[in-house]
């Protein structure tokens, strides 16, 4: 076997294109969860499955390049996405004591 | 060493004193210091002059470098030659004779300390300017002075007039100031230096365009400062100031600088003819145009301010013509007859309660015979009545004036006859007669006519005691025997008596004709009468276009129109910009998401087609 066609998959086989597709599958979950759900700690999660899908394209990629940055950059986003966590889940708890809902459309006071 | 730092210093620290915690002295301290400060001074002038060998090299003081950078050196020097002295006696002398007078003449005014802090100031300026040792010091002394008779003629501030003259001078001597800077950067360039010394050793190798250059520059200097045609109309709107000032700054020492300023440049200009003759002419013109104005004027400090702006243009003859020691010595005996002419004055106001105009004085001489007589001492050596000061000075200028241009000579001597009836016409309105004003005059305190007395005798005896060509002949050449001078002498004597035996008969004896004789001449007293409108003439010419200029082009125009705007139209571009842009903050936060997830497609896509990233 080439090096090329070494590269071309993972070790057990699966082709990186499975993986990024999956990536960008649960992206697209994400991105149209973010956009249409109202429900604040939906739109939460879906900030968050944003992040582990860009997490799983970094890791395919570090694998296939053999390259640790891939695994670094990971890391990161985990540490951030862990303090978004504190904080967000923060102002939501305020945001529902302030205002007794959830439903992202009626915070809109930075209105023009 | 001679210690001359203590000279200016002893006023400075008057100044400060005075200055500081003036507000919270007492009147007797104020004076102690004020006074005191000057007299140790002129004591400390008398104690170097004695102790001088006044060799042919002036005494040269080094205290720090002041500027340095490159070849170019100015420091703060003190240079004293027998001119320098001459000059520190006549300002320490008559300077402390003069805040004597003061001390009885403000003894009632608002602001007492402030006065005499000024006058203090004043006088270490004074001396700095006299004392220099290079043109950049002489310069520092030069603006000190102008400040002080700012501060000086708007002491009375709330005065809108008062405040306004003060204003005019400071205005029209930045004019004169110009020049002078010209003349110091033109030194600079050619010389490579500002020291005395250096300039006046190189000054007779250098081509004679530059040195008419300089010297024409510093001439400007010198009309802005010393009141010569075409700017001497701030001198009489000076006279808004209390009239010791108007004693010592405008008539004995600030307005003779620029003489001094001429003939401590004497080297540069008497290689410059052109520069010579300009000189000889202006003070001529000065002398006579102004002495036109005296013969109208009805406020007596008028009268003698034209006087002070007429003699000095005597003195610029002087200098013109080549005499310079005759120059130096007509500003000496000035200060002595025109002090006192000045504080005369004063003591006449005072007597009358304020009162300037001379129409409603008269008959004083029985109400103040102390000032009647010391006036006369003064009145009669201005007119030029031997042997009285203003004679010998007067006949050393008007001689060299012959030798050099007889026509000049013959306007010298029809001015020195204006000059005589003009003063004695004020003595006559003022003293003779019947009183005409309100009130009851008295005679002024001792402690003003005190110094009017020592000044008295200065002006009789001090032109023939103090013979300054005599003292300075090794500085500048004595004046060369003139043929018929004797001649000369008499017919300036003559010319002086006459003016006097007209204001005689005009105002003493037939007291009607004054009325008929402007009544006849009507248009041409009117001229006179309103100064031949020269204040009207420069507020049409230069002032008002300047303030429409200013207004139309420099306000309106460019700053309201272009900078304003140029302001103005960001912030409200921006603000339209920011308008528009607003309309997208829908406060919507999946609205706000909508724009991230659409601009993250636009950014992918314009990365795409650009070709990716590598």
């Known amino acids: 076997m080439n090096p090329a066609g070494a590269l071309a998959t993972l070790n057990n086989g699966v082709p990186i294109s499975w993986y990024l597709t999956l990536s960008a599958v649960l992206f697209a979950i994400g991105v149209a969860g973010f956009l249409f759900r109202r429900n604040i700690i939906t739109v939460f999660m879906c900030i968050e499955l944003m992040l582990n899908a860009v997490n799983l394209s970094f890791v395919a990629f570090a694998h296939q390049h053999r390259e640790v940055s891939g695994h670094i950059f990971t890391f990161f986003v985990m540490v951030v996405a862990a303090a978004e966590a504190a904080v967000g889940l923060a102002i939501i708890l305020t945001v529902f004591k302030n205002r007794s809902t959830l439903n992202i459309d009626d915070v809109d006071t930075l209105k023009n | ?614």
């Open chain 2, 1 to 614: 060493m001679h210690k001359l730092w203590l000279i200016p210093a002893l006023p400075f620290i008057g100044f400060l004193i005075n200055g500081i915690l003036g507000r919270k002295l007492p009147k007797a301290i104020i004076n102690a210091v004020a006074c005191g400060s000057v007299v140790l001074a002129f004591i400390w002038v008398v104690l170097v002059g004695m102790g001088c060998d006044w060799g042919a090299t002036p005494l040269h003081a080094h205290y720090f470098t002041w500027i340095k950078s490159g070849v170019f050196n100015v420091g703060w020097d003190f240079s004293i030659d027998k001119l320098t002295m001459i000059m520190l006696m006549i300002v320490t002398g008559v300077g402390s004779l003069i805040h004597i007078y003061a001390t009885g003449y403000m003894e009632h005014e608002e602001g007492y300390y402030r006065f005499f802090a000024y006058l203090n100031l004043f006088m270490y300026f004074m001396l700095t300017l006299v004392l220099a040792g290079n043109y950049l010091l002489l310069f520092v002394g030069w603006e000190g002075v102008g400040l002080c008779s700012y501060l000086l003629i708007g002491f009375y501030f709330v005065k809108k007039s008062a405040t306004t003259a003060g204003n005019k001078a400071f205005i029209v001597n930045r004019i004169g100031d110009f020049g002078f800077s010209l003349a110091m950067f033109l030194i600079v360039v050619n010389f490579g230096t500002l020291d005395f010394r250096r300039v006046f050793a190189a000054a007779p190798g250098k081509p004679v365009e530059i040195l008419t250059a300089i010297a024409l520059l510093l001439l400007v200097g010198a009309t802005g400062k010393s009141a010569q045609i075409p700017l001497y109309v701030w001198l009489p709107d000076a006279m808004e100031g209390p009239t010791p000032v108007s004693a010592l700054i405008h008539a004995a020492t600030m307005v003779t600088a620029g003489v001094y300023m001429c003939a401590r440049s004497a080297v540069i200009f008497t290689h410059a003819p052109i520069a010579m003759e300009t000189v000889a002419i202006i003070g001529l013109a000065t002398a006579v145009f102004a002495a036109t104005i005296g013969l109208a004027q009805n406020d007596i400090k008028k009268v003698f301010a034209y006087s002070t702006v007429s003699q000095l243009g005597y003195m610029f003859l002087g200098v013109g013509v080549g005499a310079f020691s005759a120059g130096i010595w007509h500003l000496m005996t000035h200060a002595f007859f025109k002090a006192l002419l000045f504080l005369g004055a004063g003591s006449v106001i005072h007597a009358c309660h304020g009162e300037q105009d001379m129409r409603h004085m008269g008959g004083l001489k029985k109400y103040a015979p102390i000032t009647f007589w010391t006036l006369v001492c003064a009145a009669l050596a201005i007119a030029g009545v031997p042997p009285f000061a203003g004679f010998w000075s007067k006949d050393a200028i008007l001689t060299a004036a012959f030798a050099h241009a007889p026509w000049m000579y013959w306007v010298g001597v029809i001015t020195a006859g204006m000059t005589a009836f003009y003063v004695w016409r004020a003595m006559f309105m003022t003293f003779f007669g019947e009183y005409r004003g309100h009130g009851h005059p008295h005679e002024s305190p001792m402690s003003m006519w005190g110094p009017l007395a020592v000044l008295a005798v200065l002006s009789t005896v001090g032109g023939y005691f103090l013979n300054v060509p005599q003292m300075l002949s090794g500085m500048f050449p004595l004046p060369e025997e003139v043929p018929g001078e004797s001649m000369l002498m008499i017919v300036s004597i003559t010319a002086g008596g006459l003016g006097i035996l007209i204001a005689w008969y005009m105002y003493v004896v037939n007291t009607a004709l004054p009325e008929k004789i402007t009544t006849s001449l009507g248009g041409l007293y009117t001229l006179v009468y309103n100064k031949y409108f020269v204040d009207e003439i420069y507020d049409a010419t230069v002032v008002r276009p300047l303030i429409e200029g200013s207004t139309t082009v420099l306000w309106h125009a460019v700053d309201q129109g272009v900078i304003d705007g140029t302001v103005n139209g960001v912030g409200l571009e921006s603000r339209r910009i920011g308008g528009v842009l607003k309309l997208i903050q829908s406060g919507n936060i999946r609205s706000y998401a909508t724009w991230v997830v659409l601009g993250s497609v636009v950014l992918l896509l314009i990365m795409g087609f650009a070709g990716g990233v590598h």
